[in-house]
């Protein structure tokens, strides 16, 4: 499975950005797709995940409210939008996809989102 992942870049604090990440698995293949970030010094955490026959979501604490995943089933893309971002949300993003009995993620490159004070 490769995932090409989209939309990062330099943003001030109260911005917005939107990251896609299209997938070239077969759309019957997906159990779910989500939003992973990892920032400098720190573990890889789970930002936003949504299954996608039934397009239900879980998000982070830390980014309830502020972002939302979403999903193209046609295109096999999810989308993270995000808003209200802080300093904090700065990170590498990564897209990561589940294939249906499986329990191993395939990962993307990853992009960077820096949001600066």
């Known amino acids: 499975v490769q995932l090409q992942a989209s939309g990062g870049g330099l943003v001030q604090a109260g911005d917005s950005l939107r990251l896609s990440c299209a997938a070239s698995?077969?759309?019957?293949?997906?159990?779910?797709m989500g939003w992973f970030r990892q920032a400098p010094g720190k573990e890889r955490e789970s930002v936003a995940t949504?299954?996608?026959?039934?397009?239900?979501?879980a998000y982070a604490d830390s980014v309830k409210g502020r972002f939302t995943i979403s999903r193209d089933i046609a295109k096999n893309t999810v989308y993270l939008q995000m808003n209200e971002l802080k300093p904090e949300d700065t990170a590498v993003y990564y897209c990561?996809?589940?294939?249906?009995?499986?329990?191993?993620?395939?990962w993307g490159q990853g992009t960077q989102v820096t949001v600066s004070s």
């Open positions: 949504i299954t996608w026959s039934g397009g239900n979501t």
């Open positions: 990561a996809l589940r294939k249906r009995f499986t329990v191993v993620d395939d």
């Open positions: 698995a077969r759309t019957f293949e997906i159990y779910r």
